[in-house]
Structures are given as C-alpha cells and as structure tokens.
C-alpha cells in the first residue's frame, strides 16, 4: 500500500511554459517550451526550468483555495508559490467554493487572472494589487528560518529556531501528510499561519528568497 505522502507528491500537474509572458512575444519561433508533465517535487522542477529559460506559466486546469481542496489543487499552489518565488509570471484560475477566498493565506503568491466565486472581482483586484515578490518570504541560516511576511499589510518577523519545528519544515516545503507533523509543530505554525491543511497534507506557504527584488531592508 502506497503512502498518503507518496500519492500527494504523485499526483500529477501539466503545466504550460514559455521565455516570455508578452501573449504576441510568445507566439513567435522559438518562445514556447511545450507542455510538462510534473509529478514529484515542484522546487527542482521549477529550478530546472527557470535554468531553461522559463518566465511565463500557464495552469489549464482551475486551482481551489478551500481547505477541502483535492490533492491536484494543493500541488498546484506548491507549483505556484515555486513558480513565484523564481519570478516566473503565472496565468491561472483560482476557484473558491465556501467564501473563504483562500483567507487571505495565497495573497503572496503571483495572482490568479480570474478568481471563480468572486463575481465582482473585488478579492482578484484587492490581490493583484496588493502583491509584490517576496510579500512572504524566508531565507534559511544557520540553524534558524527567518520569515518576513507582509500579508497582513505590515511586517511581520518571524524567526524559528528550535531543532524539532526545522525539521518540520524541512518536509513541508513540498507537503507533508498531517499526521506526520507533530501537534506542537503544528500548532505553532499553523497558528501563524505558515502552513495550511488541503488535502490532509500540510505544506509551507512562504516562498523562497533566491534572490532579493528590492533593498533586503525594505523586504
């Protein structure tokens, strides 16, 4: 019998991918990089096609943001926050179904076009102006993980550095089953929302600082 963790890091996302984002500058020759088929961790992946050449991706497929959310659309946001993280433009489609909007945990990572249950458009507006790279990012140093997380609308600085909690997020960076997290660790990171549950997995919301944007003081 096959593992919770293995069917999560199984399940397979398609992904389209391009050099540039501009819709005309990527019809031309030479622009579009095909259309791959990721199945276990999304950070080499990504990594690899950024070395590729990679700056535009595209998900067919809408992404929910509801705690109910399946395995495909967990995956999917593990892929988006990578994506992000590298600098790589996403064309995607978020979907909520309860209202919850994905309560502002997702508001970090490189919006959605459209946001289903969202008639108006208000939250997918309030998102795409709101986001900046590095909005929620951590670095990691010696035997700490610093966070500096804007989401709120003001810095918020968070530092971890007991053994058993960097353990954890070691594993949660591409998701983790729920009941391998320790209910301290859990607790402790959920409750500052650096991790949130879909699909009884847990995985790591901030994403990566590869490379500051700006001044490192004004992240």
Not at 99 to 114: E, I, Q, S, V, Y
Not at 138 to 145: A, D, I, Q, S
Not at 184 to 202: K, P, T
């Amino acid at each position: 019998m096959r593992s919770q963790r293995a069917d999560f890091g199984a399940t397979e996302i398609r992904v389209e991918l391009s050099r540039d984002y501009d819709p005309a500058a990527a019809r031309l020759p030479g622009m579009a990089l095909g259309t791959h088929r990721l199945v276990g961790p999304c950070g080499p992946a990504v990594a690899g096609w950024y070395r590729d050449g990679a700056r535009h991706a595209r998900l067919a497929h809408p992404v929910d943001l509801c705690r109910d959310a399946d395995a495909a659309s967990a995956r999917s946001l593990v892929l988006i926050r990578e994506l992000t993280a590298r600098g790589i433009a996403v064309d995607w489609t978020a979907r909520c179904r309860d209202g919850c909007h994905g309560g502002d945990l997702f508001t970090h990572l490189h919006p959605p076009a459209r946001l289903d249950g969202d008639p108006e458009g208000t939250v997918t507006t309030r998102w795409r102006e709101a986001f900046f790279l590095c909005r929620c990012v951590y670095r990691r140093g010696p035997g700490f993980v610093e966070v500096r997380d804007r989401r709120s609308g003001s810095l918020e600085v968070v530092t971890i550095d007991e053994p058993g909690h960097l353990a954890a997020i070691a594993a949660l960076v591409e998701g983790v089953a729920a009941t391998e997290v320790p209910a301290e660790v859990r607790r402790d990171l959920v409750g500052a929302h650096l991790v949130v549950e879909q699909a009884d997995h847990l995985w790591w919301l901030p994403t990566r600082a590869h490379r500051w944007p700006f001044p490192a003081l004004l992240v």
